[in-house]
């Protein structure tokens, strides 16, 4: 369902030029209350707000990565030099876990709060949803930006039923005693389910639930893993994405389940970008690049050209569901993307191959680089885990790396795993494991 019909529904030419305004009104925002951009925007010549231009003219601005910000915090500026509000008009402060260990923390006024809301409803809005019908959730909202997302159930008219990560024994309770229509998880999770259930002799199928729509990671638009969900649980899926810095759910997908629509408008700029040279790519159907996010209404502590490390495929045609906004579908991030011999690589694009020989394999992959860093010379190994009841055959792994070189153009070994050797995630699988990886780096 439409959220907010005159904004979903605008044409897209018409969003671009209110929100020309926005970001000239956000740059003096910056330039008035963030250190960081502040800084950062005269150490690359840009004076004034004036001369930073419109949306026209942003691509001549730096980029700003995750580590700058990081590296802008200390004990006097525990969330950074670009926090750009007081924090006594902030009312809610998120963080992430962060790679380092180090959390970073993420503030928001009440109207960057409210943005997030109306945001995230539009994105699950999308997916067809309700009110009246009861959801249950698997994310730790907690510390961190899910937080909002969830915030968003209410907005919808929806009953939201939180259990969290980790909860698997109560989730099934709670899906059989209180009969939810909607599940809310990672597809990695989703799957997991779907595999306890066929193991214990659950009829989920037969469940309650009739709608899952997945977030979190890449996967749920896999039109191969899509169907696997679908059939194992006789539901529809569709999927989210978001992005904490920025906002979450910042794209959610409809009925017509062709690519998630972007449901930021009026809060956020995106661009493309190549990931390599950091140049814009035109945003034509089809075009392929990683995401770059700029804040338009934000107080707390607004962003500049952010890269997402999203990489994504885009879709510009029309949409029956009258949104009128691009939609895209996550094919990968950049910064889990391999080079094999100068081939780009995403390891949920093998994944996507490697569900095409289902129901012979479970769909559970582990990519295993053989050396530390991107870069790897091939053939790339490959785990493949094989479904209950089957066998390894040469005459399997020898189609399954033959696919994958006729697809991505890069040469595999594959090894055929027994049914459940390979770890399950109760919140995002983990695609690539570096266990066997030398410390030697491959040359150019």
Known sequence: MLQEPDIETLPWPEQ?????????????????????????LQANG??????????????????????????????????????????????????????????????????DLENWVR?????????????????????????FVAGAALDSFPRLGLCHIPVGTGNTERLLAAVKLLKPQILACTPSYALHLAEIGEARGLDLPNSSIRRIMVA?????????????????????????????????????????????????RGFVHFELIDPETGKQVPQTDGATGELVYTHLRHRGAPLLRFRSRD???LRTGACSCG????????????????????????????????????????????????AKGVKQAPPLKVVVELAEGETASDGLREKIESDIRATLVVTTT??????????????????LDFSEASTETVDD
């Open 414 to 431: 594959v090894h055929l795993a027994p049914a459940g050797t390979l770890p399950r995630s109760e919140y995002k699988s983990r695609l």
């Open 323 to 370: 949104r009128t906004s691009p939609r895209v579908r996550c094919i990968g991030r950049t910064d889990d993307m391999l080079i094999v011999r100068g081939v780009n690589v995403f390891p949920s694009a093998i994944r996507e191959v490697v569900n095409r020989f289902a129901p012979a394999v479970t769909g559970v992959v582990s990519v295993r680089p053989s």
């Open 46 to 111: 840009f004076a004034t707000p004036e001369s930073v231009g419109g949306l026209d003219d942003i691509e001549a601005l730096p980029l700003t990565e995750k580590d700058e910000l990081r590296q802008s915090r200390s004990e006097a500026h525990p969330i950074g030099t670009h926090l750009a509000a007081p924090l006594e008009e902030v009312v809610r402060i998120f963080s992430t876990s962060g790679t380092t260990g180090i959390p970073s923390y993420i503030p928001l006024t009440a109207g």
């Open 311 to 313: 990489h994504v495929v």
């Open 216 to 264: 979190g990671e890449p996967g749920g638009g896999e039109p191969a893993m899509r169907e696997k969900l679908e059939q194992a649980w006789n539901a529809k899926v569709t999927e989210a994405m978001g992005i904490g810095d920025i906002s979450v759910s910042l794209w959610g997908e409809c009925e017509q389940q062709q690519g998630m629509h972007f449901s930021g």
């Open 16 to 40: 671009r030029a209110l929100d020309d305004r926005l970001y000239r009104e956000q740059v003096g925002y910056l330039f008035e209350h963030s250190r960081f951009f502040r800084d950062k």
């Open 119 to 143: 945001t995230s409803a539009r994105s699950y809005g999308a997916s067809g949803v309700s009110k009246g019908e009861r959801v249950i959730s698997t994310y730790n909202a907690g510390p």
